[in-house]
């Protein structure tokens, strides 16, 4: 049997050093750093972890945010994002690091006036979170190179001006727990992409801007929002 369209083309992400990186779908961890938990009107214990979603196309390692329409509060979150090379269920924590074949900075943009108000109604976050291109992201570096990071400073600058800092250390749910976890809810599969939370500073961005993304160890990512 053939397509009766044509297929749409597969999202993928760029690795350091050559290669295509193929995306499956992409999963997203709230409030995983306490200082930001506050900032967002929650607790900073460590309740369980709750998920949301992305789509794979998403994800845009162009360095270009278009800044969306029906929004006038449009957030930034600096994540590490992991990429899964093998799934299952019920992955025990001691195995999950096993599955992860890669990293990189991504940017977990958010409507936050959509945000705001669904959460105000009780409705789903989707317009507010998986939008088109709301998850900037850069070069993958794969584990064999960098090892799996669980400490080292994650920030993001504005123009130069110093917005959000934390550290991997400060994760609530690390990325083995965060991983076993989620494959308690979700069969997860080669190809997955979870991006594992924000730390606090979260703020508005505008037309012109420029986003500057570090994590230590992992890498960085410039994204001119336009
Ligand atoms: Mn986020």
Redesign the pocket.
Known sequence: MSYVIDPPPRPALPVRGGGLFPVRRVY???RNYAAHAVEMGGDPNREPPFFFQKNPDDLDPSGRFPYPRRSRNVHH?V?LAVALAAGGEEIPVERALALVWGYAVAI?M?RRDLQDEAKKLQRPWEVAKAFARSAPIGELVPASAIGHPSRGRIALEVDGALRQEGDLAQMIWKVPEIVATLSQYFTLAPGDVI?T??PSGVGPVERGQRMRATIEGVGELEVLVV
């Open positions: 997203c961890i709230g979150e994540e977990d958010t991006l939370g924000t």
